[in-house]
């Protein structure tokens, strides 16, 4: 593996809090030996317990020049194609998209600083990659043009209303309607028309 830019390792809140959540549950269980219906928040804290201990656990991600490494799993930058982020702000969940069809979801569960960074470093090394539907070109225009006007940039890129075919498409149309004054060059000329009556009249 080659040297590590950068590593980002799960932050240690989400330890402690299932170590809390694990003695909530202990707490409760104790209490259902008194109280049968304890159990049941007995249960509910136990399966958090579970859950934070498993995100804490999670492997760390290393960021290189050529590739990122998820554990011991190596991902090559090129091979990325789409990368779709969830709606949860903690853990941050994306949904890669590689070449030959492949997925692979990405689970980090650490700090908002941690976590915005890492997901900035994604999109600024998947060159070939779209986010969230923009591509790599357009995100970073428009995040280029927020910055510019002094603007906060949000999270989540702007969602495309057409493709990139349709956009094309639609900018040929306008531009022929500005050259030619109408899309159908076989449109009837309303002077043509119009002496075109007068003639016949006569």
């Not at 969602?159 to 004054?181: C, H, N, P, W």
Request: glycine letters at 6%; a positive charge; hydrophobic letters at 40%.
């Amino acid at each position: 593996m080659e040297p590590s830019v950068e590593i980002f390792s799960p932050s240690p809140v989400y330890a402690r809090a299932g170590w809390a959540a694990l003695a909530g549950s202990l707490i409760s269980a104790l209490c259902g030996f008194r109280a049968p219906l304890a159990f049941i928040p007995a249960l509910l804290c136990a399966a958090t317990a579970a859950t934070l201990f498993w995100l804490a656990k999670r492997p760390p991600i290393r960021l290189g020049e050529t590739q990122f490494n998820i554990g011991e799993r190596a991902i090559a930058w090129r091979e990325v194609r789409e990368i779709n982020r969830s709606r949860f702000l903690s853990p941050l969940i994306l949904r890669l998209k590689l070449t030959n069809q492949r997925y692979k979801i990405l689970v980090y569960p650490g700090d908002a600083k941690q976590t915005e960074s890492l997901l900035l470093q994604l999109r600024k090394n998947s060159h070939l990659a779209t986010f969230d539907g923009a591509s790599y070109r357009e995100y970073w225009n428009w995040e280029n043009q927020n910055a510019l006007r002094g603007e906060p940039v949000p999270a989540e890129p702007p969602v495309r209303m057409f493709s990139s075919e349709d956009e094309a498409e639609i900018e040929r149309l306008y531009q022929t309607l500005k050259t030619v004054g109408r899309l159908d060059p076989g449109a009837t000329d309303p002077t043509k028309t119009s002496g075109a009556k007068t003639s016949g009249e006569d």
